[in-house]
């Protein structure tokens, strides 16, 4: 037997003894790290992320988290106001020792989310969207459940679990190692907040939720309310966007709940801790003085939308997109979507791919378009700047596309290029009908003079009351989108279609 084979067979022997101790070592892992969570009253595996791992996850991954937003939402009235409400429901509940921190994420989507370590986090999308503090209490009460619970802990155990089953089975080398995942648990806590949790996580945090609210004198019937509020503004975007599936990173794609669900978790928690008092709070008009003002959709430092025009002060540019096509914008990118599929997509190149450029062309061929075949590559001048483009064919899902890409000179940020670059990607059976209103747009792209600048604004949520008189049509003729006006005061006021107003009640508005 030669030396290679001795050292074979040695390997093969220690494995042989470590896996025959997988089973006794598995069980005794999951019995020692089993415990009773004093919230779920349920045996809980959460042997690969202690508390002390929580709190340092959480504390690691708050500001990554904020960042990935847009950064937080900076009015301090309104910033206290969410902050003394969450805090009084995690008074009263069985975490109560953890330091909570309760952040409004400078986001116009509707989400919420929660880190371990009891970092809670609300978009002002959805405390636009909610009727009353009872509805916004809700939400933090199921986000402080999931914390409570410690669904993050039990998600990242069992794949962890998972994991160093498969490896110590399938990986002969590492039989007396240890898995190379296990322990290397920071950058997991946002990644799981982003992610959605089980239905039963779902049903869990929903009954926690109702005990916090109820403990608190809240109606615990809000969190049903809101949730067919969410999904009326759920089915909203999906009409803006020509899409019959869920956006991919909003608070019904993260949380897979129905109303029905919700409506459980209430009767479960009414049966096992009574009934809540006689008086529930909703607190309507103390809400809506609240947000009365908050900033709508767009903070001007991440560019806005009014109708079809897109305005960024900080980058000084602005461009229209044709009719029919609605914008959305987010940190990274401005989409657009039209008719047919017909998408623009609006961006900056990433500064290192930037840095250095002598050529558009050349960075056209060479490096945004270097996976496409690029014919038609000219220069162009578009008021002033200047600019390149070029013309491919791709085949995506739904067949051929045909796509434009135009780049522009942004001239110098510190040491490096700034490019803007703009891909219009149309069906080819709709290209030819669309040219001239995509023209437009790239012929529309311009830079701002310094009082275009400084007179931007964003839209604000405005309370008014309803005057005699007044209906739906009144106010929605007033907001100022381009598409879905009366939908949209409907979604936002929770109202259903056809209902009319009530005299001297308080309505939410959109206005500039």
């Known amino acids: 037997m030669t030396g290679t084979d001795q050292k074979f067979g040695l390997k093969m022997k220690r494995l042989f003894r470590f896996t025959a101790l997988i089973p006794l070592l598995l069980t005794l892992l999951f019995l020692g790290a089993c415990s009773t969570n004093p919230a779920t009253g349920k045996q809980t595996f959460t042997a690969f992320m202690s508390r002390d791992d929580e709190l340092r996850v959480g504390a690691e991954e708050h500001p990554k988290l904020i960042k990935s937003f847009g950064g937080a939402y900076t009015d301090a009235k309104l910033r206290a106001y969410i902050r003394r409400t969450g805090l009084k429901l995690a008074a009263l509940s069985e975490a ?3 330091p909570f921190t309760f952040t409004i994420l400078n986001d116009d989507r509707v989400n919420a989310l929660a880190l371990p370590g009891g970092y809670i986090y609300i978009t002002r999308g959805l405390l636009a969207l909610a009727g009353n503090e009872a509805e916004m209490a809700g939400v933090l009460a199921h986000e402080i459940g999931h914390v409570t619970a410690r669904h993050t802990a039990e998600r990242y ?26 322990g290397d648990i920071v950058g997991y806590g946002a990644q799981a907040a982003l ?29 049903t309310s809101f949730f067919h509020k969410m999904a009326a503004h759920a089915e909203l975007e999906r009409a803006l966007e020509g899409k019959t599936e869920a956006a991919a990173n909003n608070i019904m794609a993260t949380h897979p709940r129905t109303a029905q669900r919700i409506d459980q978790a209430i009767k479960l928690e009414r049966t096992a801790r009574g009934a809540v008092g006689q008086h529930p709070v909703l607190g309507r008009d103390g809400y809506l003085a609240e947000i009365d003002g908050m900033v709508f959709g767009d903070d001007p430092e991440q560019g806005i939308r009014k109708g079809r025009d897109f305005i960024h002060p900080g980058l000084g540019i602005r461009f229209t997109v044709p009719p029919e096509f609605v914008l959305f914008n987010s940190p990274s990118q401005v989409v657009a979507r039209g ?36 014919s038609d590559v000219s220069r162009l001048n578009v008021n002033g700047l200047q600019a390149a483009t070029a013309t491919a064919r791709g085949r995506g899902r739904d067949g051929l596309r045909d796509i434009r890409l135009i780049v522009f000179d942004g001239g110098q940020e510190g040491d490096k290029n700034r490019i803007f670059r703009f891909a219009f990607v149309t069906p080819t059976t709709v290209t030819a009908g669309l040219n001239t209103e995509l023209r437009r747009t790239t012929y529309s792209f311009r830079r701002l003079t310094d009082a275009e ?9 405005k309370v008014a009351n309803v005057r005699p008189g007044d209906t739906r049509q009144t106010f929605a003729r007033l907001m100022p989108f381009e598409k879905f006006r009366e939908r949209w005061f409907d979604v936002l006021n929770g109202l259903k279609p056809g209902e009319k107003l009530i005299p001297g009640r308080k309505v939410k508005t959109v206005s500039e």
Do not use: C, H
């Open 453 to 461: 600048a400084k007179a931007i604004r964003p839209l604000k949520i």
């Open 96 to 98: 109560s020792s953890l």
């Open 195 to 223: 992610q959605g949790y089980s239905r039963e996580q779902e049903l869990e945090a929903d009954k926690l939720g109702v005990r916090y609210m109820t403990r608190a004198g809240y109606d615990p019937a809000a969190m």
């Open 157 to 182: 155990s069992a794949t962890m679990a998972t994991n160093l089953g498969l490896i110590v089975l399938g990986a002969i080398g590492s039989a007396a190692g240890v898995p190379a995942g296990v």
């Open 339 to 374: 008719p047919d599929k017909a998408v623009v997509i609006f961006d900056l190149a990433p500064a290192k791919s930037a840095k250095g450029v002598r050529s558009l062309p050349d960075y056209l061929t060479g490096v945004w378009g270097r996976n496409l075949t690029l």
